[in-house]
């Protein structure tokens, strides 16, 4: 069961998101004639990319209204993805052949992560469970102090969770022992969902509601660096949230993080200095290559930024209010879905639409994962379809 404190901060996160629906209109509480921001109507063109539908399953059943974003993982060779309830399935990366299907009977909300033979989810409840990758048999479980809404890392013999009660806590990927944690302040008002962690070297990097971006020490929790993006502002609550609430983004020596109604920043890896900012605000997320940093804004545009200034590179305003999900990167392409559950194709150079799919007719929420050229999707309906661009590499 919840505690009352964890109630309390799923209800703050509920009110949260409502606020933000009644901003950005991501919610059907207007009627068409009435809605202040009407999603845009997707506008023929002529497809410069063929994108062919590799293989589908679907993988349990789906909770739209709770948000919970439950993304695909992959190490390259399997493809893990999981369902509000409980299933955790497995798929051969490339022929999409059902490796095995553990039913854990547990409200999931956050995953997957998956690395070194170890799969690891969250729940609503407060629990972090690791499964084996080779036959999903329960390996151990682990209570936490509040919901998780973000894939767990795992990797370097560590599972590292974020909870919506800003704490970071790190496992002992072998037996669920705690070895650390870390806790950052928490708005009383905040975004629903959290930022997920990423492990990259000695360090594991995460996001705040805070506004914070912060490293640690993968070992010892002890922190390297600790950046703002972005300072609070304005006069009411919602006006001034400033979440992180995306995975960041790591090319080279730099990391890439942005902030709902806050900024996008450029970091070193190194010393935690902000090398570059610009005002953009997005609780979607990012992606980036060396070609770019790749943003999908609060308003649904599209944008392209160089990694080593930020400077804006396109706007790709046609998504307008669509409520896309993170981006991902595919060959020259970033792809997002959108609420009427289409896949878009974008020319990472020019902005310019490339291709269209639906992926079926639920919404995209998750950001779609790329692994070895595919593209993996999960829908909030809990379809999993896999997508290759024809003349990709081993097509």
């Known amino acids: 069961m919840l505690s009352p404190s964890n109630l309390g901060s799923r209800c703050v996160r509920l009110i949260a998101l409502c606020a933000l629906v009644s901003v950005v209109g991501a919610c059907s509480i207007f009627n068409k004639d009435e809605d202040p921001n009407p999603p845009a109507k997707l506008e023929r063109f002529k497809a410069s ?88 048999q329960k390996l151990w479980s682990a209570g936490l102090t509040s919901e998780v809404l973000a894939a767990p890392a795992v990797g370097q013999g560590r599972v590292i969770v974020r909870t919506v009660d800003g704490r970071l806590t790190a496992f002992d990927a ?22 997920a962690p990423m492990i990259n070297g000695p360090a594991v990097i995460c996001g ?19 950046v ?88 790709n305003d046609k998504l307008l209010n669509r409520q896309i999900s993170g981006p991902a990167i595919q060959g020259n392409s970033v792809v997002v879905g959108d609420f009427e559950g289409y896949l878009h194709w974008v020319d990472g150079l020019t902005g310019k639409l490339q291709a269209r799919t639906k992926a079926g007719g639920d919404p995209i929420t998750a950001a779609p994962l790329v692994s070895n050229d595919m593209l993996y999707v999960v829908n909030d309906g809990g379809k999993l379809v896999a997508y290759k661009i024809a003349g990709a590499r081993g097509k």
């Open 49 to 136: 990319i063929k994108v062919k539908k590799v293989w589908s399953d679907g993988v349990g059943d789906g909770v739209e209204l709770l948000r919970l974003s439950l993304g695909p993982a992959s190490d390259g060779s399997i493809v893990v993805a999981a369902s509000h309830d409980g299933r955790v399935t497995a798929y051969d990366a490339v022929k999409g052949k059902k490796r095995w299907s553990q039913k854990t009977g547990l409200p999931l909300s956050g995953g997957t992560g998956v690395n070194d033979n170890v799969v690891a989810v969250g729940t609503i409840s407060g629990e972090l469970l690791a499964l084996s990758a080779e036959n999903g």
């Open 174 to 195: 072998d037996d669920g022992t705690q070895l650390w944690f870390v806790q950052q302040s928490v708005p009383r008002l905040s975004l629903r969902g959290t930022s």
């Open 208 to 226: 705040f509601d805070n506004g914070r971006l912060a490293a640690y020490d993968l070992v010892n929790g002890d922190e390297l660096w600790n």
């Open 228 to 315: 703002m993006l972005a300072p609070p502002s304005g006069r009411t609550e919602i006006e001034r949230l400033i979440d992180i609430n995306s995975q960041p983004a790591i090319v080279g020596n730099d990391v890439f993080a942005v902030s709902y109604q806050g900024r996008l920043a450029g970091i070193a890896i190194g010393g935690g200095q902000l090398l570059w900012s610009q005002e953009v605000s997005s609780y979607s997320g990012l992606a980036a290559n060396f070609s770019g940093v790749f943003v999908s804004a609060s308003d649904s545009k599209l944008a392209a930024f160089t990694g080593a200034s930020g400077r804006e590179l396109w706007t």
